[in-house]
T-cell receptor, first 112, second 118 residues
Framework: DAGVTQSPTHLIKTRGQQVTLRCSPKSGHDTVSWYQQALGQGPQFIFQYYEEEERQRGNFPDRFSGHQFPNYSSELNVNALLLGDSALYLC???????????FGPGTRLTVL | AQKVTQAQTEISVVEKEDVTLDCVYETRDTTYYLFWYKQPPSGELVFLIRRNSFDEQNEISGRYSWNFQKSTSSFNFTITASQVVDSAVYFCALSEENDMEYGNKLVFGAGTILRVKS
């Protein structure tokens, strides 16, 4: 039973560029959440997707957008990258009405 | 507003010592859920426990135990006879029931770095 997978593992971008991160949920899960974890801090909730729609959103600017596909996989897009966007981006999957979330290994984004 | 506080930034112990990681939370909901996650150097968050606000029984799982006290809004985590493999960052998190209709986001504390020395 595959767990949550994320790609790529690492990514280096320059300021102003755009980036897309990908996530495949754990088998049987229908909900995907994205978190940003800056160095030395706890994960911060970005948004959550269910049935291909954004269900809940944290306090992040519109530069952060996402998508969920019919197979429940998801993408996180960040436009106009800033140095402060450098972080570990974690994807978590769960069932809609059950809040135990399973996390992937993350994508480490470095913005130069 | 939801808030989770882990006041201990870093703890160092010698192998076989017991160690307790503190977690204090704030919520206005009467129904909520508390979690502990472990983050080893690889970066992946590993789920350890989920507890709902109506279940104040302490739980033990091997060398791990959790003490939930609603009166002090605390959900502390104890590792008995610590081992080097326990070295990691540990996060406490909160999810509110009222959020469930719109989503089930987790609010995390800042984490506690645990270093177990041999």
């Amino acid at each position: 039973d595959a767990g949550v997978t994320q790609s790529p593992t690492h990514l280096i971008k320059t300021r102003g560029q755009q980036v897309t991160l990908r996530c495949s949920p754990k088998s049987g899960h229908d909900t995907v959440s994205w978190y940003q974890q800056a160095l030395g801090q706890g994960p911060q909730f970005i948004f959550q997707y269910y049935e291909e729609e954004e269900r809940q959103r944290g306090n992040f600017p519109d530069r952060f957008s996402g998508h969920q596909f019919p197979n429940y996989s998801s993408e996180l897009n960040v436009n106009a990258l800033l140095l402060g966007d450098s972080a570990l981006y974690l994807c978590a999957s769960s069932l809609r009405d059950y809040n135990e979330q399973f996390f992937g290994p993350g994508t480490r984004l470095t913005v130069l | 507003a939801q808030k989770v506080t882990q006041a201990q930034t870093e703890i160092s112990v010698v192998e076989k010592e017991d160690v307790t990681l503190d977690c204090v939370y704030e919520t206005r909901d009467t129904t909520y859920y508390l979690f502990w996650y472990k983050q080893p150097p690889s970066g992946e968050l590993v789920f350890l426990i989920r507890r709902n606000s109506f279940d104040e029984q302490n739980e033990i799982s091997g060398r791990y135990s959790w003490n939930f006290q609603k009166s002090t809004s605390s959900f502390n985590f104890t590792i008995t006879a610590s081992q080097v493999v326990d070295s990691a960052v540990y996060f406490c998190a909160l999810s509110e029931e009222n959020d469930m209709e719109y989503g089930n986001k987790l609010v995390f504390g800042a984490g506690t770095i645990l270093r177990v020395k041999s």
